[in-house]
Each structure stands twice: as structure tokens, then as C-alpha cells.
């Protein structure tokens, strides 16, 4: 028979051992809360972060020194960091606010803060994201009597800064342009800003000096390969002293350059086949402006159309090929003087405030283009001005010289790789 003191000891031996449990259960409950909870406040931060990026690198993009730029700026920025998912992939960020345009602020060379368009050089985002639960620790607190110490929820920060910085290698479109004589860069090859510039040889190159004409940038004379290069996406990766190549006859550039003006047929749509903010055209029939015409951002002359004002101002506007309204004929009317110009396109990209020119568009008019040498070798970039649809493959093309695209004040900011010395500018992040 077991001695009553004995029995009293085992028993409480067996109290000490549930206690101990129960104190190990409390601390590996509290290490199970920091890894859930700590876990879900950084992939929230991470989250987070990657939308501060896509806004800042937009925004970026924006800033050409336009007047319209930081407008332009802000509603790029919002809409490349609302389309990330924030808090655990919700697609309304769990419903706590995503990024309004005040969380998007400017700053010029100097590093300080400005509003003004021409100055601004730096577009910084920052967000913070509030209402986090945190279920485990906010429990494991109130149990312990100090629920205040770990609140039910907290909060994330994330900022990022961009600005535009030369690129190594650059996404420009299949058409290149030979320096007129005596052009250099220092007097942009001859051309004057806001010069047109026709793009010559329906089968391939510029033949002589001062004009355009259609070249591949993978180097090979595929006329498939030159409609590829101008579709959305195109082809990225030229550099300087790549050798262009010469396609053959064009046979199905007209699409992939009309999707720019929000110009489409058959099943082509926005939403797929992304167009320009306007799709608002330029010719000699609707802009009556002697050289430099400059319809990137001047004042008609008397005699255009009774539609006509600068691409800045239809940017703006959202204007379509038809300016306020929806037919391919008017469209054609207004641009060429001649309403079954483009019959084998049907429909156009909806303009206006709620049209899929704002809702779909991007920079897609401005672009860069290829300086080559004799050899075909690409010596420098420069920023183009589509101006107009074409209305078959054959169809003469006609840029705006905007000057060279390595300077801060060129509109265009194209892809492509950063880090390079003198080429083209790309948006890239600096903090």
C-alpha cells in the first residue's frame, strides 16, 4: 500500500507537468502568432510595395515637361498601382482605400518638392495601408490582460521614387531615318521639331538622305516580321550599332499602326489591341500649317479643319479619329477630306471622359525611331509623332520630328532596359 505522503507528491508532480504544458502551448501559441501575423503584415508590405513601383515607374513616364504632365503623371501612377492587389491579393486592397492622386507628389532636379510641369523630374508614391488584422497576437494580448499593447490591426507603409533615365537598349518601331546632309546631333540631323517626315519605299528603305523608310530591328527582311515589330509589345532590345534589315513589300503594317489611332476591323477591339489617349489625325487636308507644322503642340493655321487643334490639347480630350464621336466616316472625313478613305476599317475607340480612349489608352502615338548610317547601323534615337491611320499597307506614313529622345525634354519615354549612358529615357526606380 502506497504511503499517503508518497500519493500526495506523485499528484503533485502530475499538476507541474500540466502546468508546464500549458505554459509551452502558451509560448509556441505566441511563436505561431508572430509567424502568422508578422507573415501576413509582410506580404501585405511586399504587396504593397510592388504597386508603389508600377506606380511611380507610370508616373515617371509621364513627366516630358509638358503642362499637362503631372496631370497625365498622377492618373498613370493611380491607375498602374490600383490594378496590383494589395493584403493578401484582394483586389479592393481588403477594402482599406487604395492609392488616391494626393499620394503621388513631385520633385524636381534638386530633389525638392514642386508642382510645376516643367521642373518636375521625380514622381514619388507612397501609400499607407491601414487595417491589417492581426487575429493571433491581438488574442494572445488579451488574454494576458494587455489586449492594448497588440492592437487588432495595424498598418503598412510603402513609397517608391522614379524618374527617366537613359536606357542601354530601347523598343523602338520598325521604321528608321537617314540624317539629311551636314545632320548631326547637335542640330537633330537636319530636321526641324515639329517637322514631317514621309515614310518612303513601300518595299523597304529610305533611299537617300533625310528620309524614312521600313526597317526590321531583328536585322532580317521578313515583311511578317516588320507588322510583329509594330504591334504592342514589338520588339525590344535594339542598341546602338545594331544592323537593320530591309523587309519586302509591306503586307499587313496597316493594322498593328491603326490600332494606335483606335482604328479597328473585323473582332480587333481596345481592350486587346490597346490605342493612343486620341486618336485625333493629322494631314495636309486638316492642318494647313507650313513647315515646322508642329501638331504635336502648335496653333492651327487659318484654312484647317473647323476640329483641328494640337495633339497636347485632343490628348487631353480624348479625341477619337472623329474627335467627339464614333463614325470611321466622319473620322476619315475630318482627317484625309474623304469619308471612304479607311472603308476596310469598321469601328473606332470610343472618345471622351468615359470612352476607351482614356479607359484602354496609352502612350502609344509617340515613339522612338532609329537614326542609321549608310551601313543600316543604328547611331542614335530620335522621338517621332505618328500623325495619321493608314488605309492600306501601301499607304504612304507620315511622323512628326519631335528631337532627339535622350534629351529631358523629349516626349516620348519608351521600354527598354536602363542603364545606359545616351540612349533614349526610360522610366527606372531610384528608391
Known sequence: MIPHNRYAV??????????????????????????????????????????????????????????????????????????????????SWDGKGQLPDTGISFRDQSYM????????????????????????????????????????????????????????????????????????????????????????????????????????????????????????????????????????????????????????????????????QSGYSYTAANWKNAVPQNAFAGTPAPGSHASAQNYITKRAAYASLADTGTSIKTGSQIAFNDNNRLNSFHKLATPGAAGEHRQYGTSRRLVIVPVINGASQVIDFVCMFMLHPLSGPNDPARLEFRGLAGIAASPCSPGGTPGGLAGPLVPVLVR
Open 113 to 276: 518638392p514642386t508642382t510645376a510641369p516643367a521642373s518636375a523630374r521625380y514622381a514619388q508614391c507612397e501609400h499607407r495601408q491601414s487595417g491589417i488584422r492581426m487575429w493571433l497576437l491581438h488574442a494572445l494580448g488579451t488574454f494576458a490582460g494587455n489586449g492594448t499593447a497588440n492592437p487588432s490591426t495595424r498598418a503598412v507603409l510603402a513609397s517608391a521614387v522614379a524618374t527617366r533615365g537613359s536606357a542601354q537598349s530601347t523598343c523602338p518601331i520598325p521604321v528608321a531615318m537617314k540624317a539629311k546632309v551636314g545632320g548631326t546631333p547637335s542640330n537633330n540631323y537636319g530636321f526641324l521639331v515639329g517637322e514631317w517626315v514621309t515614310v518612303f519605299d513601300k518595299a523597304g528603305a529610305a533611299s537617300s538622305a533625310g528620309e524614312m523608310g521600313w526597317y526590321n530591328l531583328d536585322g532580317s527582311k521578313s515583311a511578317s516580321e516588320t507588322a510583329a515589330e509594330l504591334a504592342e509589345g514589338g520588339y525590344c532590345g535594339t542598341r546602338l550599332g545594331d544592323t537593320l534589315g530591309t523587309p519586302g513589300a509591306q503586307t499587313s503594317v496597316d493594322r498593328p499602326w491603326n490600332y494606335r489611332f483606335g482604328v479597328y476591323k473585323n473582332s480587333d477591339s481596345p481592350a486587346l489591341n490597346h490605342p493612343d
Open 10 to 91: 506523485r499528484q503533485r508532480q502530475h499538476g507541474a507537468v500540466i502546468l508546464t504544458v500549458c505554459f509551452l502551448l502558451f509560448f509556441l501559441l505566441g511563436f505561431v502568432a508572430i509567424a502568422f501575423d508578422l507573415g501576413r503584415l509582410f506580404i501585405v508590405k511586399t504587396e504593397l510595395q510592388t504597386a508603389m513601383d508600377s506606380c511611380a515607374l507610370a508616373a515617371a513616364q509621364e513627366l516630358d515637361g509638358q503642362s499637362s504632365a503631372l496631370a497625365r503623371a498622377r492618373r498613370a501612377g493611380t491607375t498602374a498601382a490600383n490594378l496590383n492587389r494589395v493584403n493578401l491579393q484582394s483586389a
